[in-house]
Every structure is written in structure tokens, then in C-alpha cells.
């Protein structure tokens, strides 16, 4: 559910940078804890916050900028 919501919002990121996909799956895992989305899950905090660290990992992958090489 995190890894979903995080991956399908992220295609509306303008301008991402490490920062930027911090705050961004921070705030919206934080906004699924608030929502009670995960008083069923057999899930800690400790895991959730590992979770988030694997997503923001993933995505500063994803949107990694390569610097232009002169030709």
C-alpha cells in the first residue's frame, strides 16, 4: 500500500531532488499512519520506518540525474 501510493504520486513531481523525495514519502506515509490505514497491519513503527527509508532510496534511484558529459 506505502510502495503504491508513493510510486503513483511521485509521477507528479516536477523538479525532484533528494530533499524533495524526502518530505514527499514522508508526508504521505505519515498522512496513511494519520488516516489509520494501518491499525490492521501486523506492521511496528520500526517498520515503517525502514519502509520509508527503502522508498525514498528507490526513488532518488528512479529520478537520479546524470550529468551532461561535454561531447
Not at 510502495?3 to 523525495?21: C, G, N, Y
Not at 519502509?51 to 540525474?65: A, E, G, S
Amino acid at each position: 500500500m506505502m510502495a503504491d501510493s508513493v510510486e503513483a504520486a511521485s509521477k507528479s513531481l516536477k523538479e525532484p531532488s533528494s530533499s524533495i523525495i524526502d518530505e514527499f514519502v514522508e508526508k504521505i506515509v505519515n498522512n496513511q499512519m494519520a488516516q489509520g490505514q494501518f491499525l490492521n497491519a501486523n506492521i511496528t513503527f520500526k517498520e515503517i520506518e525502514t519502509i520509508k527509508k527503502v522508498l525514498k532510496k528507490k526513488l532518488n534511484n528512479i529520478y537520479h540525474l546524470r550529468v551532461e558529459y561535454p561531447e
